[in-house]
């Protein structure tokens, strides 16, 4: 025999679950959401697309490559989910160094300074931009509408038909401005995407689409999504029961704004969530309280990002206090 | 289909060997055997050099009581008495013998292959035959059978299990046995059912063994008390604590015996040995061995004396391939892998696994991504991160905490770690600081 055998401890094989499999999973579920985005904001939301990814790539290949000088891993994906979570939270409309000075914030400050991959407290993406959003809030809030024509069904309600109007107000921003009143429920096309607003949160169905995909193929579990979708659904819910003028209704909390982008893709980022399934429906809970007492009773208008990145906070004392339930706890020996 | 609940894995079966008949594989020139092949005191050694042994003489007696008899499995000469290298990978101590051409068994020993039907030995004379004959637990880990049957005052057991599941990947030795031997395994399971007094014996075995389930099914109208449960494929079925709670949904707490929850399991094997020893008198010196490996030019389930050099039955299958890069004393999920294969065959040695340079190699460990994985297919409940970074940190108190002693070390975290991170190897580390703490603080 030509080698030496090798010695280790077992077990001797090992599955095939990799960082790559999990990341570029979450990649393809976002598949669906970009494709919406394309169609409904042109050729601008690719402009968005290809920079926040390279940008988040190569901010991470110059900090391993010259200022860790270690090995660098921008083809695990991590770096690529980032960017497209990224481009995501953002109009179409943002201004390219806007958007590369964000990556630099996710990336390096959310990601890098704290180790890189598996040891960020904060969903990087988010950190990106939350920092955009005070750093720029007139470019971040000014959403530019879909591409008229696209509409696919021309209800009466929150799209003004003239073709002059480029830019347009979102439905939460309505909401938070005007009151339950002022918005008109038009489902069918918020859940297809065709609303202003970032540009990965449009189609609430795209999401959910996606959503189901990484349930499907075991890279998240559904306590996450559960748990936030119910919390929100049944708090918004209550709201509106005591006062249908000033609350708007559960339903249309769901399809508006970044709530399904959040719940399927950013509160369930393996890093910033908790360990345990316990941990995960307080996390998922507490994420879907926050959003919507942040969108009825702050005035920002849109309360996802912030959820998240404070149930992030909690998450360590969340695993703490919640412990998986062990073999054997409570079984009664003779 | 039954299984059990929390955790588990599905890894790659490789069952190859499993449509190889056993194969009585013939005497060696030179036997190694050492004192030590169970758990527990290593055997007092009662021959020296020079001695003439004949097959199935006691020639190591147990020290204490974890301790089981060692028989000489071969007629021949004592060489020397030595210190060799085990599967363990420690030297040991072991009687080398020089085989002789006629072998000549034990005067009492029925070595022949007519089955006794009839059970006529006592519960008492049951544990003394077992224990006399150097019976050991045959799944793996080698526990002296006849402590097993030694129930403390106050404890009642109810159900005998038999542990059919064999849920590591490759190994197909139980099966074998399984199919071939069935009765005299049926008559052994009833020999351990009047050993400890039960009505009650389940043998529990995963549905890719559905031929054996039939087989066994077809015989149980002369075994009253015996049923046959097919189990859902997870690994590890085969650990007790899972196969109890498989078979009759009872959970072992941490730190207690299967006894605690009215339960005994044994391997099929050992049920088999067992019904060598107790109506044939024939001590332990053989076992069904599977040689396997996607490389090798055949596949084997081998009847090995032990003693037996493990390059010579890889020899028996074509020799060791050009690109091997390691050998595994056991299944690819708990086995051992030895530094070389000169090293001899013992009562535990299940299989020996021949793996490719290709399927040896890992990828570097990268971070851990809190994926939390580790603690989905964890059987036992735990956090299998966390306790890795406890063993790392060198943290014995926060482990005990975390219930690190509950690991029963089955390496599902460490099959399913995305990062490719030594989990169980850490975790191994952390038990043996915090069983020293806590042996400590016991002495205090």
Same mark, same amino acid.
């Given at each position: 025999?030509?080698?030496?055998?090798?010695?280790?401890?077992?077990?001797?094989?090992?599955?095939?679950?990799?960082?790559?499999?999990?990341?570029?999973?979450?990649?393809?579920?976002?598949?669906?959401?970009?494709?919406?985005?394309?169609?409904?904001?042109?050729?601008?939301?690719?402009?968005?697309?290809?920079?926040?990814?390279?940008?988040?790539?190569?901010?991470?290949?110059?900090?391993?490559?010259?200022?860790?000088?270690?090995?660098?891993?921008?083809?695990?994906?991590?770096?690529?989910?980032?960017?497209?979570?990224?481009?995501?939270?953002?109009?179409?409309?943002?201004?390219?160094?806007? *958007?590369?000075?964000?990556?630099?914030? @996710?990336?390096?400050?959310?990601? /890098?300074?704290? $180790? &890189? +991959?598996?040891?960020?407290? !904060?969903?990087?993406?988010?950190?990106?931009?939350?920092?955009?959003?005070?750093?720029?809030?007139?470019?971040?809030?000014?959403?530019?509408?879909?591409?008229?024509?696209?509409?696919?069904?021309?209800?009466?309600?929150?799209?003004?038909?003239?073709?002059?109007?480029?830019?347009?107000?979102?439905?939460?921003?309505?909401?938070?401005?005007?009151?339950?009143?002022?918005?008109?429920?038009?489902?069918?096309?918020?859940?297809?995407?065709?609303?202003?607003?970032?540009?990965?949160?449009?189609?609430?169905?795209?999401?959910?689409?996606?959503?189901?995909?990484?349930?499907?193929?075991?890279?998240?579990?559904?306590?996450?999504?559960?748990?936030?979708?119910?919390?929100?659904?049944?708090?918004?819910?209550?709201?509106? *029961?005591?006062?249908?003028?000033?609350? @708007?209704?559960?339903?249309?909390? /769901?399809?508006? $704004? &970044? +709530?399904?982008?959040?719940? !399927?893709?950013?509160?369930?980022?393996?890093?910033?969530?908790?360990?345990?399934?316990?941990?995960?429906?307080?996390?998922?809970?507490?994420?879907?309280?926050?959003?919507?007492?942040?969108?009825?009773?702050?005035?920002?208008?849109?309360?996802?990002?912030?959820?998240?990145?404070?149930?992030?906070?909690?998450?360590?004392?969340?695993?703490?206090?919640?412990?998986?339930?062990?073999?054997?706890?409570?079984?009664?020996?003779? | 289909?039954?299984?059990?609940?929390?955790?588990?894995?599905?890894?790659?079966?490789?069952?190859?060997?499993?449509?190889?008949?056993?194969?009585?594989?013939?005497?060696?020139?030179?036997?190694?055997?050492?004192?030590?092949?169970?758990?527990?005191?290593?055997?007092?050694?009662?021959?020296?050099?020079?001695?003439?042994?004949?097959?199935?003489?006691?020639?190591?007696?147990?020290?204490?009581?974890?301790?089981?008899?060692?028989?000489?499995?071969?007629?021949?000469?004592?060489?020397?008495?030595?210190?060799?290298?085990?599967?363990?990978?420690?030297?040991?101590?072991?009687?080398?013998?020089?085989?002789?051409?006629?072998?000549?068994?034990?005067?009492?020993?029925?070595?022949?292959?007519?089955?006794?039907?009839?059970?006529?030995?006592?519960?008492?004379?049951?544990?003394?035959?077992?224990?006399?004959?150097?019976?050991?637990?045959?799944?793996?880990?080698?526990?002296?059978?006849?402590?097993?049957?030694?129930?403390?005052?106050?404890?009642?057991?109810?159900?005998?299990?038999?542990?059919?599941?064999?849920?590591?990947?490759?190994?197909?030795?139980?099966?074998?046995?399984?199919?071939?031997?069935?009765?005299?395994?049926?008559?052994?399971?009833?020999?351990?059912?009047?050993?400890?007094?039960?009505?009650?014996?389940?043998?529990?075995?995963?549905?890719?063994?559905?031929?054996?389930?039939?087989?066994?099914?077809?015989?149980?109208?002369?075994?009253?008390?015996?049923?046959?449960?097919?189990?859902?494929?997870?690994?590890?079925?085969?650990?007790?604590?899972?196969?109890?709670?498989?078979?009759?949904?009872?959970?072992?707490?941490?730190?207690?015996?299967?006894?605690?929850?009215?339960?005994?399991?044994?391997?099929?094997?050992?049920?088999?040995?067992?019904?060598?020893?107790?109506?044939?008198?024939?001590?332990?010196?053989?076992?069904?061995?599977?040689?396997?490996?996607?490389?090798?030019?055949?596949?084997?389930?081998?009847?090995?004396?032990?003693?037996?050099?493990?390059?010579?039955?890889?020899?028996?299958?074509?020799?060791?391939?050009?690109?091997?890069?390691?050998?595994?004393?056991?299944?690819?999920?708990?086995?051992?892998?030895?530094?070389?294969?000169?090293?001899?065959?013992?009562?535990?040695?299940?299989?020996?696994?021949?793996?490719?340079?290709?399927?040896?190699?890992?990828?570097?460990?990268?971070?851990?991504?809190?994926?939390?994985?580790?603690?989905?297919?964890?059987?036992?409940?735990?956090?299998?991160?966390?306790?890795?970074?406890?063993?790392?940190?060198?943290?014995?108190?926060?482990?005990?905490?975390?219930?690190?002693?509950?690991?029963?070390?089955?390496?599902?975290?460490?099959?399913?770690?995305?990062?490719?991170?030594?989990?169980?190897?850490?975790?191994?580390?952390?038990?043996?600081?915090?069983?020293?703490?806590?042996?400590?603080?016991?002495?205090?």
């Amino acid at each position: 025999m030509k080698n030496q055998l090798i010695i280790s401890s077992s077990p001797h094989v090992r599955g095939n679950w990799t960082i790559e499999k999990a990341m570029y999973g979450v990649v393809m579920a976002m598949i669906p959401a970009m494709l919406v985005s394309f169609y409904m904001f042109g050729l601008g939301a690719l402009r968005v697309m290809l920079i926040s990814i390279v940008a988040c790539m190569a901010v991470e290949y110059v900090i391993q490559k010259y200022v860790i000088k270690g090995p660098v891993t921008i083809t695990d994906g991590s770096a690529i989910v980032t960017g497209i979570l990224l481009a995501f939270n953002v109009p179409t409309s943002i201004p390219s160094w806007m *958007l590369i000075a964000g990556a630099i914030v @996710a990336i390096g400050m959310g990601k /890098m300074s704290f $180790g &890189g +991959l598996g040891k960020n407290p !904060f969903n990087p993406a988010l950190v990106g931009r939350v920092f955009m959003l005070i750093s720029f809030p007139a470019a971040m809030t000014t959403w530019p509408k879909p591409i008229v024509s696209r509409e696919f069904f021309s209800f009466a309600g929150l799209d003004a038909k003239t073709l002059d109007t480029v830019t347009g107000p979102t439905p939460l921003g309505i909401l938070n401005e005007q009151g339950a009143n002022a918005v008109t429920p038009d489902y069918v096309n918020q859940l297809l995407g065709s609303m202003s607003g970032s540009m990965g949160e449009i189609s609430a169905l795209a999401l959910i689409l996606g959503g189901i995909y990484l349930i499907a193929r075991k890279i998240i579990t559904w306590h996450v999504p559960v748990s936030y979708l119910l919390s929100s659904f049944v708090f918004a819910g209550i709201l509106w *029961l005591v006062d249908p003028s000033q609350y @708007a209704d559960p339903l249309f909390h /769901m399809v508006t $704004g &970044g +709530l399904m982008l959040g719940v !399927f893709y950013m509160a369930t980022d393996y890093v910033s969530s908790p360990m345990s399934k316990k941990g995960m429906l307080i996390f998922g809970v507490g994420a879907g309280v926050l959003t919507i007492l942040i969108r009825v009773f702050t005035p920002y208008p849109e309360g996802v990002s912030f959820a998240i990145l404070l149930m992030n906070g909690f998450t360590p004392l969340i695993n703490t206090y919640t412990k998986p339930k062990r073999f054997g706890e409570k079984q009664p020996v003779n | 289909m039954k299984t059990f609940k929390l955790g588990g894995i599905h890894p790659a079966e490789n069952k190859m060997a499993a449509s190889q008949p056993i194969e009585e594989f013939p005497l060696p020139k030179q036997g190694i055997i050492p004192v030590s092949q169970h758990l527990g005191a290593p055997a007092k050694l009662l021959v020296k050099r020079g001695d003439q042994v004949k097959t199935g003489q006691l020639i190591g007696e147990t020290a204490g009581f974890i301790s089981a008899n060692i028989h000489s499995p071969y007629t021949g000469k004592v060489k020397k008495i030595d210190n060799v290298l085990d599967a363990s990978g420690y030297k040991r101590q072991a009687v080398i013998i020089d085989v002789a051409d006629e072998e000549e068994w034990e005067e009492d020993i029925d070595h022949s292959e007519d089955i006794i039907r009839e059970i006529t030995a006592n519960p008492d004379e049951i544990v003394n035959k077992m224990k006399a004959n150097g019976i050991v637990g045959l799944g793996g880990a080698t526990f002296p059978s006849h402590v097993k049957l030694m129930v403390p005052e106050g404890k009642k057991i109810e159900y005998l299990i038999i542990n059919g599941v064999e849920c590591e990947p490759y190994l197909t030795n139980d099966h074998r046995l399984m199919l071939e031997k069935t009765e005299e395994m049926l008559i052994g399971i009833k020999i351990l059912m009047k050993g400890l007094g039960v009505d009650k014996a389940i043998i529990g075995i995963e549905n890719n063994k559905m031929d054996a389930v039939e087989h066994i099914r077809s015989m149980l109208k002369d075994f009253k008390g015996i049923s046959v449960e097919p189990l859902k494929v997870k690994y590890p079925q085969g650990g007790e604590k899972q196969l109890i709670k498989a078979l009759v949904n009872r959970e072992v707490p941490g730190g207690k015996l299967p006894l605690d929850v009215g339960c005994v399991v044994n391997n099929v094997a050992t049920a088999y040995s067992v019904y060598e020893a107790v109506q044939k008198n024939k001590p332990l010196i053989d076992r069904i061995i599977t040689v396997t490996g996607k490389n090798l030019q055949k596949t084997a389930n081998l009847k090995v004396r032990f003693g037996t050099q493990l390059s010579e039955l890889v020899d028996h299958v074509g020799g060791l391939p050009e690109d091997t890069g390691k050998i595994v004393s056991g299944g690819p999920m708990t086995g051992k892998a030895l530094p070389s294969l000169d090293v001899p065959a013992t009562k535990g040695t299940a299989g020996i696994l021949v793996m490719t340079q290709k399927e040896a190699k890992f990828a570097d460990p990268r971070n851990c991504i809190r994926c939390a994985k580790c603690t989905e297919v964890c059987p036992q409940g735990l956090e299998p991160y966390l306790l890795h970074q406890f063993g790392e940190l060198e943290r014995p108190e926060d482990a005990e905490a975390n219930g690190i002693m509950d690991c029963i070390e089955c390496g599902s975290c460490n099959y399913i770690c995305p990062s490719n991170r030594p989990l169980l190897e850490y975790v191994r580390v952390g038990k043996a600081k915090t069983s020293e703490m806590i042996r400590n603080r016991k002495q205090k």
